[in-house]
Nanobody, 124 residues
Framework: QLRLTESGGGLVQPGGSLKLSCAFSGRTMSGYHLAWFRQAPGQDYKQATG????????FYADFVKGRFTISRNNVQNTVDFEMNNLKPEDTAVYYC?????????????????WGQGTQVTVSS
């Protein structure tokens, strides 16, 4: 059974950095698209970034471009999300998600497997 486990969240001051990590287990990660979503209080899930399984194409939402970086390691079965220059509006629960070999989508409903989420709070 596929399992996704996030780590690395916490409290950080504006302008600071955090690195989230997602451990992928139970399946072969190389056959899955991977993404990081976030959900702020009272808001819907939004895809912040994702990486395809086949050619490694990367998507970044406008609200993270130039600040955040995704990287996948198919040997260590991890997908990391490095976040720099954090802003208070980045405060949210961040989720790792995966879907196997289907068309890549930004829609949360398309993603079959989710981690439990990790809280990121940006505040002074």
């Amino acid at each position: 059974q596929l399992r996704l486990t996030e780590s690395g969240g916490g409290l950080v001051q504006p302008g600071g950095s955090l690195k989230l990590s997602c451990a992928f287990s139970g399946r072969t990660m190389s056959g899955y698209h991977l993404a990081w979503f976030r959900q702020a209080p009272g808001q819907d899930y939004k895809q912040a970034t994702g990486v395809t399984f086949d050619d490694g194409s990367i998507f970044y939402a406008d609200f993270v471009k130039g600040r955040f970086t995704i990287s996948r390691n198919n040997v260590q079965n991890t997908v990391d999300f490095e976040m720099n220059n954090l802003k208070p509006e980045d405060t949210a629960v961040y989720y790792c998600a995966a879907v196997q070999r289907e068309v890549y989508s930004l829609q949360p409903s398309h993603w079959r497997s989710w981690g439990q989420g990790t809280q990121v709070t940006v505040s002074s």
